[in-house]
């Protein structure tokens, strides 16, 4: 650490870090060079150094500077809506029931299917600027709303070109294993063996997928069918993460566990012995409460438990036009306080430290620590906690990615 920084944010500091609460320092300087955080403290600690004649000094006064927010849990590109399932939903049709008619997830597909690039990309665009809007500066996207090889690969470009072309960081994740498409009904072992010998190679051979995902549940796959995919992805270096539990108790989190998944995700039927793997293991849990929401689901996923075991907790928009059509990362954490009882610092170690763990990035980003990415928000809030206590309307002052 010699030389001057470039830059010098001072202001209260969310660092996220161990210690005190939101691993706060009140009244700090947060030094950027590079790109990466060149040290954080109390900005009576500020050595000398730090300061030369060309770096530039951001009084933020009052304001609160978090890490960048991180959506590790989204489905972000997709064509159409489901506005009449959801009114559906509402005069008595459950999710499952209509995912049996045909309608849910392959719905999706088949509009996604239709669908020209371009309108994808503009679609998905325009959500990820809204996330990105409220101080998201990491976000997940998943396929699985093309379910052959072609257009599974094709979304998964287009999460890419998005990475590329705006100021956030994308960490891409394959999602083959959705739900069973209307070519292999009845057939879902052979649409498995699809996934396995040609659309996770492909998208393995073209670095398009960072990890792996699959959806458990009785309207979609089995668990030795997932175990099969996630043996598939180990072969061929990438983790895995796991929709587990959500409608049903599938042990969708000791699968997980046992393949050391960086997330299992939803978890709402997740029974004890399922927690106790993922503490073993380190696993991650994504909750999800647009989703818990939007269904009208009735058994919030087992916090207690987690907080007992010690299973870091994220909080994810699970942005899909099925069953969460939220693009507001914030709302997830109120939601999230809510329904599922977290604390605001819960959920907003949730959207930053835990959620970079989710997608195997804690050491590059969550925190703000020296050599961590310099991603972060600054918020015109006098505590931490309002971020998950507005419903709406908070906005950032200013959002840093790469020092920028
Ligand atoms: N669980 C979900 O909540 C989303 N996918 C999944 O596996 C729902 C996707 C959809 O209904 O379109
Ligand atoms: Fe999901």
């Known amino acids: 650490m010699t030389g001057p920084a470039e830059a010098i944010w001072l202001g209260h500091l969310a660092t996220m870090a161990a210690g005190a609460p939101y691993g706060a320092v009140r009244d700090g300087a947060l030094a950027v060079r590079d790109g990466r955080i060149l040290w954080v403290g109390p900005r009576a600690g500020l050595s ?3 300061a ?3 770096t530039r000094i951001h009084e933020m006064g009052k304001a609160w500077i978090t890490p960048g927010l991180i959506d590790c849990h989204t489905h972000l590109i997709f064509a159409g809506e489901r506005s009449a399932e959801f009114e559906g939903r509402l005069l008595g049709t459950s999710y499952e029931a209509a995912a049996r008619q045909g309608g849910g997830i392959l719905s999706t597909v088949a509009a996604t299917r239709k669908a020209a690039s371009a309108d994808l990309e503009a679609a998905a665009r325009g959500r990820l600027r809204t996330l990105m809007s409220e101080g998201v500066t990491t976000i997940e996207i998943k396929s699985g709303y093309g379910l052959d090889l072609e257009t599974e690969l094709r979304l998964l470009r287009i999460a890419r070109e998005l990475g590329r072309t705006e100021a956030v960081t994308v960490r891409t994740t394959l999602l083959a294993a959705h739900a069973v498409p209307p070519e292999f ?9 699809e996934i396995v010998q040609r659309i996770l190679p492909a998208a393995k051979a073209e670095r398009l997928a ?4 699959g959806f458990l549940e009785p309207v979609a796959f089995s668990a030795p069918q997932i175990a099969r995919v996630f043996a598939a992805a180990g072969a061929h270096g990438l983790p895995v993460k796991l929709h587990a539990d959500q409608l049903s108790d599938g042990g969708g989190a000791a699968l997980a566990a046992s393949h050391r998944a960086l997330s299992a995700d939803h978890l709402e039927y997740t029974n004890e012995s399922g927690v106790r793997a993922m503490a073993e293991q380190g696993v991650v849990a994504v909750l999800l409460p647009g989703a818990y929401a939007t269904v009208g689901a009735r058994q919030p996923p087992p916090v207690p438990t987690f907080r007992a075991r010690h299973v870091r907790m994220a909080v ?3 942005c899909n036009p099925g069953s969460s059509p939220l693009t507001s990362l914030l ?3 109120n939601l999230a306080c809510a329904l599922f009882r977290l604390t605001p610092e819960e959920v907003l170690a949730g959207m930053t430290a835990h959620a970079a763990a989710a997608l195997g990035l ?9 050599g961590l990415r310099a991603d972060f928000v600054v918020w015109p809030v006098d505590h931490p906690r309002e971020l ?3 419903m709406g309307g908070l906005q950032p002052i200013t959002r840093v990615r790469h020092g920028r």
Do not use: H, K, Q
């Open 210 to 213: 960072d990890a792996v995902d």
């Open 48 to 50: 000398r150094d730090l």
């Open 52 to 54: 030369g004649p060309a």
């Open 316 to 318: 994810a928009t699970d």
């Open 388 to 390: 998950a206590y507005w």
């Open 362 to 370: 804690d050491a590059e980003v969550g925190r703000l620590l020296p």
């Open 331 to 333: 709302m997830a954490g």
């Open 185 to 193: 009904v009845g057939r879902s072992e052979a649409f498995v063996d």
